[in-house]
């Protein structure tokens, strides 16, 4: 059986207990993982501490950002193992993670790598009482030790989201993995040896939240940030854990999204955008769309087409190119999907298609799939409406007028994306500008340029990352007043 170790100052490590990791198609344990202990987690925490004051400190930044480079060179070269590893912990369609999950760690390593040499700070030149002046110019400088701590859905996309502009910045880092997820996170740790990382600025602990590895590193009185992206309540239990040594933290959190589909929008453009919205990784992005407002006169004619595309989706094997839809991560998960489902028949939905778990071939049999899910006519108080679900499901519900449209979209305690659906440009941005989220797009959906601010609003999150907003989380600035 494979091991999974920990990776502290740049050492593969064994910590005193192992849990599976579990191939979510098929139910199979593909590896044990090492759990890191309390210690573990000191050692990794005291190693990134070491090497601030090592190499990787004195390096100037054009050094650190050629360094981030071959990271992401190092990744392009295990394009494969990275693929083949991303799918075995995740379930996802081996042509989503060649298309969207590697590419993208590659990207934001070279991103960053990218911006932090370009980076200005701000200056400004001041009147004095005296009638002459000083100049007040920021110095940026590293926070020292992050703790980063990640989810399970876009494992590899959603860590080097953050790792990159934390090495770019010139912090160390301490990651610890989901549970669910942990390969590519220590594969990675083979392409920071590969790119010339020097040891310790880079290290995983592996284990769980609560009383485990996670917990362990946040309230880590050495670790001097932290950021996490996963559920609401996981912030909230960090936000607490940081609470009595003051670290700033930036959450990614949950979203219950809608989309707003106007009468006046391209039918099948919409259609397939908010199918793709809806389902893609078996609806297991934040950023998918659970909730669907469309203007009365289209409504029939929409939900018709949006069924025809989820009874059209292959679903099947990881492994196989053509499929489009993998097994929900874990069985735990599959069990709290298909009580949403349950839920929305008790509370009075109609359903559109789905439902249920979809016959799958032998060898799949143990894996935790369930069907691409459609519902109509909830009552929007409806919990299956308020709460985020995470699986491949959504509720369509029709509007008659703009304002009630924008109303219905903003009424939730989430606040990540929205998409709007029109062929009108100044309705376009007339109702994107009115959407209570960190994230809208028009006519398109998970459109990502990396240089945008990027977070959410209420239990979606706190602070934005992407681009410079990444660059001022991960640093400190110290500004100096010169008198002229
Ligand atoms: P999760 O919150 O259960 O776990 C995320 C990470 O936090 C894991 O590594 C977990 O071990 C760790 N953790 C849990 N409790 C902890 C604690 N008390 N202290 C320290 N660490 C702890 O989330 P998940 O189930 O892995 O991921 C799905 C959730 O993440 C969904 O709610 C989804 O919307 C959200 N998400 C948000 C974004 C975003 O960018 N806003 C992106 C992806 C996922
Ligand atoms: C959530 O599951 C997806 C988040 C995506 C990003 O953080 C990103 O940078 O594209």
Redesign the pocket.
């Known amino acids: 059986m494979k091991s999974i170790l920990n990776y502290v100052d740049g050492e593969f490590v064994r910590g005193r207990r192992d849990f599976a990791a579990v191939n979510p198609a098929d139910g199979s344990t593909i590896a044990e993982v090492s759990e890191a202990n309390e210690d573990i987690v000191d050692r990794a925490v005291c190693a990134a501490r070491k090497a601030l004051r090592g190499d990787w400190g004195q390096f100037t930044v054009r050094e650190r950002s050629s360094r981030l480079h071959k990271v992401a060179d190092a990744i392009e070269a295990r394009f494969d193992s990275f693929v083949a590893a991303e799918v075995a912990d995740t379930g996802k369609p081996i042509a989503l993670a060649s298309k969207l999950d590697v590419p993208r760690a590659a990207a934001n390593f070279r991103t960053f790598a990218d911006l932090i040499k370009t980076a200005g700070v701000e200056s400004f030149q001041t009147e004095t009482p005296d009638g002459k002046s000083a100049l007040n110019y920021a110095v940026r400088k590293p926070l020292g030790v992050v703790g980063i ?6 494992p590899l996309l ?1 860590l080097t989201w953050k790792v990159a502009p934390a090495l770019a910045c010139g912090n160390t880092v301490v990651v ?5 997820t942990p390969a590519t996170a220590t594969l990675l740790a083979e392409a920071m040896k590969d790119a010339g990382i020097p040891d310790g600025v880079y290290n995983v602990v592996h ?4 009383n ?1 590895a ?2 362990f ?2 309230r880590h009185p050495d670790v001097n940030a932290v950021t ?7 912030g909230a ?2 936000m607490k ?1 940081v609470a009595a040594t003051l670290k700033p933290v930036s959450f ?4 219950k999204n809608a989309a707003i589909v106007f009468a006046d929008c391209d039918l099948d453009e919409a259609a397939s955008g908010i199918a793709e919205a809806v389902f893609l990784n078996t609806g ?4 998918c769309t659970e909730r669907v407002y469309v203007e009365r006169p289209i409504f029939e004619g929409f939900v018709h087409k949006l069924k025809k595309k989820a009874e059209s989706l292959v679903i099947g094997s990881p492994m196989d190119k053509t499929t489009d839809l993998g097994p929900l991560i874990s069985a735990q998960h599959r069990e709290k999907v298909l009580s949403y489902y349950q839920l929305a028949l008790e509370e009075g939905a109609q359903l559109v298609t789905g439902g249920g778990v979809p016959q799958v071939s032998a060898a799949l049999e143990r894996g935790f799939y369930v069907q691409p899910t459609i519902y109509t006519g909830l009552p929007e108080s409806a919990r299956c409406v308020k709460e ?1 679900i ?1 699986g491949p499901v959504c509720h369509v519900a029709p509007f008659d007028t703009e304002e009630e449209a924008i109303s219905l979209a903003n009424d939730t305690k989430y606040g ?1 994306a929205a998409s709007i659906w029109t062929t009108n440009l100044k309705r376009g941005h007339r109702v994107a500008q009115q959407m209570i989220v960190g994230i809208t797009w028009v006519n398109c959906w998970f459109l990502r340029d990396l240089r945008t601010p ?3 609003v209420g239990l ?2 706190i602070g934005r990352e992407g681009g410079m907003h990444s660059l001022n989380f991960y640093s400190e600035l110290n500004n100096v007043c010169i008198r002229l």
């Open positions: 701590i990640t989810p399970w859905n876009l959603l610890k993995p989901s549970e669910e284990g769980f939240g609560p485990s996670g917990e590193l946040t996490l992206t996963g559920e609401s309540q996981t239990a960090i854990s990614e959190l949950g979203g297991q992005v934040c950023l985020e995470f990540l990027f977070g959410g979606s999150g």
